[in-house]
């Protein structure tokens, strides 16, 4: 089956809430993975959607192990899927739903794809936000990465609270995310899980976005990868996370 076929059955099944076809099963390498990503956002732009930015996935070592996954990923954020906490998502237009707890950057500045310093990354960061991922397992991550990939590696909706402006005094190893699950609390992490600091997730994907020719742009909306585990949603549940210093976001299957 070629890219632009591939590309069509994932938008099909984004459409109509199915699973990927076995028959894709094992068939993709990971860079053809990636260009088929590009290729299914292309199909969703020619329907009018937009493009709002880049998430990067399996940032932190306790996703990588859930996972069975030993490498970061990314995926790209539709304009349409970004929700503002607190928000209310349909329980029956989501399939098989996790989530995951991340911060939000807001670029101010654009970031040419190759080789990005830290410092280069860090200052490009506009404002921050605490948000969460809701997302959708279509494959078994750990059994065909590249196919989640091609499949825009899980993302379905990103929710943000209120975006604070990004100080140079911030040190984002050292912010803390508590997790809540119907009122209860479940884990609290740092941002030192992902990757040490979530600044090297934008340093990390920039370099990985110049090698397919691509870069990132002021205004874009980067999610830094999960500080924790990812959490399976059941209908009505109600999930939180407070991140400090930067507030809370939350949602509910409705």
Known sequence: MQSAQIAK???????????YPESLNGVLDLPAAYQIQFDLMGLHEAEGERRAGWKVGLTAK??????????PCFGQLLDSGRLA??????????????????LCFRLGADLDGGQVSYGQARAAIEAVAPAME????????GLDFALSMAGNAQQRYFVTGDFVPFEPHHDLTAATVQ???NG???????GSAVLGDPVHSLVWLADVL??????????????SGSFTKQYDLARGDHARARFEPFGVAEFKCL
């Open 85 to 102: 906490s607190p928000a209310g998502v349909a329980f029956d237009t989501l399939v098989s739903p996790g989530f995951e707890n991340e």
């Open 184 to 190: 209860e609390a479940r884990e609290t992490a740092s």
């Open 179 to 181: 997790i809540e699950v």
């Open 62 to 71: 306790a996703m990588q192990e859930q996972q069975g996954v030993h490498e």
């Open 134 to 141: 809701i997302i959708e397992k279509r494959c078994v991550i």
């Open 9 to 19: 059955t994932l938008h099909e099944a984004y459409h109509t809430g199915g699973l």
């Open 210 to 223: 110049g090698r397919y020719g691509r870069d990132l742009k002021a205004g874009d909306y980067i999610m």
